[in-house]
T-cell receptor
Framework: QKEVEQDPGPLSVPEGAIVSLNCTYS??????FMWYRQYSRKGPELLMY????GNKEDGRFTAQVDKSSKYISLFIRDSQPSDSATYLCAMSAGYNNNDMRFGAGTRLTVKP | GAVVSQHPSWVICKSGTSVKIECRSL??????MFWYRQFPKQSLMLMAT?????????EQGVEKDKFLINHASLTLSTLTVTSAHPEDSSFYIC????????????FGPGTRLTVL
């Protein structure tokens, strides 16, 4: 079993739709949860960062963490064509993130 | 914001040659840098962690003699793929941990290596 499971998609939605991206994990030591966006042939960029359980909102993006279920989500409201990218979840146990593990990434396409 | 650069952005080489990839933190000091490999449609796989002035720590299954990592300064780490073969063709991405920040890793733009 992989430490981090993420459906690779691809996921295609119309512009304006609400997008839900999810990851599950097996290591209960993970406490820091991140979502990265990666455009084609580019390095990942940090979108959202959360610690422990709960919700965090930033503009059109909401990250949720449910540690009891070992399940994290990223919601994108009013999706735009510019949101088309691969979204990777990542998580770590340590404060320094030296042990960060990534999901496979979900490829999202938002159609105009 | 923190910027990490990589050079070259892409490289094509013949089988058996060695390739060096540089990773630089441009506006911050990075005590720790990470090297990842990403195959098409797959996630980032951590290859090794390098700390300035010390030997790199390699992940299980990564050959340290094939992937030489040097972290000679707080702003530069290099990855050398020695005697490259076609199966080494991949997207190599570095990230750097800003020692002045809490725990965010800043990623470089990646280097696409194609071995013929």
């Amino acid at each position: 079993q992989k430490e981090v499971e993420q459906d690779p998609g691809p996921l295609s939605v119309p512009e304006g739709a609400i997008v839900s991206l999810n990851c599950t994990y097996s290591n209960s030591a993970f406490q820091y949860f991140m979502w990265y966006r990666q455009y084609s042939r580019k390095g990942p960029e940090l979108l959202m960062y959360t610690y422990s359980s709960g919700n965090k909102e930033d503009g059109r993006f909401t990250a949720q963490v449910d540690k009891s279920s070992k399940y994290i989500s990223l919601f994108i409201r009013d999706s735009q064509p510019s949101d088309s990218a691969t979204y990777l979840c990542a998580m770590s146990a340590g404060y320094n993130n030296n042990d960060m593990r990534f999901g496979a990434g979900t490829r999202l396409t938002v159609k105009p | 914001g923190a910027v990490v650069s990589q050079h070259p952005s892409w490289v094509i080489c013949k089988s058996g040659t060695s390739v060096k990839i540089e990773c630089r933190s441009l506006d911050f000091q990075a005590t720790t840098m990470f090297w990842y490999r990403q195959f098409p449609k797959q996630s980032l796989m951590l290859m090794a962690t390098s700390n300035e002035g010390s030997k790199a720590t390699y992940e299980q299954g990564v050959e340290k003699d094939k992937f030489l990592i040097n972290h000679a300064s707080l702003t530069l780490s290099t990855l050398t793929v020695t005697s490259a073969h076609p199966e080494d063709s991949s997207f190599y991405i570095c990230s750097a941990h800003d020692r002045g920040s809490y725990n965010e890793q800043f990623f470089g733009p990646g280097t696409r290596l194609t071995v013929l």
